[in-house]
């Protein structure tokens, strides 16, 4: 069995976090939205495990238990169209081209 340090583990996590932020940055300056929303879907879980991590329950506990309450809780914030309830809020229906007006009586 390899021994691991618990901080180590913790500092990865948070490196792939902050690389992740620095990606979701990128794709929002590119605009490219569908990468933003998935990304973010990703530090979500990676969130939920440092927060796990942070508070010890993954160490005092089954660690699979802390795994899929955090998978859960990303699952949550999801909607059926697969955006984050914050990112719905912006979406309006598309203009389908030019309006058409009409005359009452003729």
């Known amino acids: 069995m390899i021994y691991m ?3 180590e583990a913790v500092r990865c996590l948070e490196k792939c976090e902050s690389d992740l932020r620095r990606l979701i940055a990128s794709a929002v300056v ?3 939205y569908g990468a933003v929303v998935k990304v973010t ?3 979500r879980v990676i969130g ?3 927060e796990d991590a942070r508070t010890g329950d993954i160490a ?3 660690p699979e238990a802390g795994i899929e309450a955090s998978l859960q809780q990303a699952a949550l914030t ?3 169209s ?3 309830k914050k990112a719905q809020k912006g979406l309006r229906s598309k203009p389908r081209g030019y309006p058409k007006f009409f005359r009452a009586g003729g």
Do not use: F
């Open 82 to 84: 697969g955006l984050p």
């Open 48 to 50: 939920g495990l440092l």
């Open 41 to 43: 879907s990703w530090a």
């Open 5 to 7: 340090d618990d901080n």
């Open 78 to 80: 999801k909607s059926r």
């Open 60 to 62: 005092s506990g089954d």
């Open 30 to 32: 590119e605009g490219n």
